[in-house]
Nanobody, 121 residues
Framework: VQLQASGGGLVQAGDSLTLSCAASGRAFVPYCMGWYRQAPGKEREFVAAIRWFGNRIYYADSVKGRFTISYDNAKNTVYLQMNSLKPEDTAVYYC???????????????WGKGTLVTVSS
């Protein structure tokens, strides 16, 4: 399973940014896919996820109302639309996926390399 994240960059507070994560792998049938982030000096934290079982979407409280997760089946790609970015959103963002049972905020089985998002004040 390969997860390739992209879309990070340097933006100003209040700006928007969209992250993408393309999933590949013959045997990978995702049960869920999501995004996590790790800020400097902090532990990795859950951000958002889509779980196909039960057709559920989850968000961390800190991003609710500002971030939107979506998935394009045809492209096997999950997106994270981030609006009204704040300096505290600065982190390395990781795409993740799982093909088994999962509930937030647990980690997932498969991880991509992170993409850095820096929000300046």
């Amino acid at each position: 399973v390969q997860l390739q994240a992209s879309g990070g960059g340097l933006v100003q507070a209040g700006d928007s940014l969209t992250l993408s994560c393309a999933a590949s792998g013959r045997a990978f049938v995702p049960y869920c896919m999501g995004w996590y982030r790790q800020a400097p000096g902090k532990e990795r934290e859950f951000v958002a996820a889509i779980r196909w079982f039960g057709n559920r979407i989850y968000y961390a409280d800190s991003v609710k109302g500002r971030f939107t997760i979506s998935y394009d089946n045809a492209k096997n790609t999950v997106y994270l639309q981030m609006n009204s970015l704040k300096p505290e959103d600065t982190a390395v963002y990781y795409c993740a996926g799982d093909n088994g049972a999962w509930s937030p905020p647990a980690g997932m089985d498969y991880w991509g390399k992170g993409t850095l998002v820096t929000v300046s004040s």
